[in-house]
Each structure stands twice: as structure tokens, then as C-alpha cells.
């Protein structure tokens, strides 16, 4: 079986050793280290599940290089996550079908 290759710029998930779940902008991936933008991680609020920075006194201009011999698994995340991920850092916030219903286009 052929896989996809991960590349520059793809938003993957990570499962690491630690148990930990993060979610990334792909900037270098080697043969022993991942390089990625931002990071977040998922917590838990009193609304429901969020994303957080995964390094808190992390300065999120600056990418995160990770040894791969802490990563159990890595793979390109699903298109629910990717969008959560894409709305959570950015200051636009894209319409939920709700709100896409309520704006008037005439």
C-alpha cells in the first residue's frame, strides 16, 4: 500500500507518546524530525472540547521542532479538524450553516 506523503504546509495530527493529540502546519519533516507551525492541542472546557496552544509560554511566531521518536502516530487531519484548526487561528471567523442561512445575498 502506497502512502501519502506529508509535505510542506499540510495540517497533520500527531499522537505522541505522551498521549497527547496535536494538530499542525507542516514546515519540514525529515527523516528524524518534524518541523511545524502553531501547534494546539485539545482541551476541555466548561463548553466542550477546544483547541490550545500546545506549548503555552510557546511564542507562536516560532515553528516547533519535534523528535519523531516521540510520535506514535503521524497523518494528514481529517477536514473537521483542519477547518477548526484554520477558524482557531485566524481572527475571520467563517459562518457556521446558521449563520450562512441569515445573511442576505441580494
Same mark, same amino acid.
Not at 504546509?9 to 507551525?37: F, R
Not at 485566524?90 to 441569515?102: D, L, N, R, V
Given at each position: 500500500?502506497?502512502?501519502?506523503?506529508?509535505?510542506?504546509?499540510?495540517?497533520? &495530527? +500527531?499522537?505522541?507518546?505522551?498521549?497527547?493529540?496535536?494538530?499542525?502546519?507542516?514546515?519540514?519533516?525529515?527523516?528524524?524530525?518534524?518541523?511545524?507551525?502553531?501547534? +494546539?492541542? +485539545?482541551?476541555?472546557?466548561?463548553?466542550?472540547? &477546544?483547541?490550545?496552544?500546545?506549548?503555552?509560554?510557546?511564542?507562536?511566531?516560532?515553528?516547533?521542532?519535534?523528535?519523531?521518536?516521540?510520535?506514535?502516530?503521524?497523518?494528514? &487531519?481529517?477536514?473537521?479538524?483542519?477547518?477548526?484548526?484554520?477558524?482557531?487561528?485566524?481572527?475571520?471567523?467563517?459562518?457556521?450553516?446558521?449563520?450562512?442561512?441569515?445573511?442576505?445575498?441580494?
Amino acid at each position: 500500500m502506497l502512502k501519502e506523503p506529508i509535505k510542506t504546509d499540510d495540517i497533520i &495530527a +500527531l499522537k505522541l507518546v505522551s498521549g497527547e493529540e496535536v494538530i499542525a502546519k507542516v514546515v519540514t519533516n525529515d527523516e528524524t524530525m518534524l518541523t511545524v507551525n502553531k501547534p +494546539l492541542t +485539545l482541551i476541555h472546557t466548561p463548553k466542550g472540547v &477546544a483547541m490550545s496552544q500546545y506549548i503555552l509560554m510557546q511564542d507562536m511566531t516560532v515553528p516547533v521542532s519535534i523528535d519523531k521518536e516521540k510520535v506514535i502516530v503521524i497523518t494528514k &487531519a481529517n477536514s473537521i479538524a483542519s477547518d477548526q484548526y484554520t477558524q482557531t487561528l485566524s481572527s475571520i471567523k467563517k459562518p457556521t450553516p446558521q449563520e450562512k442561512s441569515q445573511i442576505i445575498t441580494n
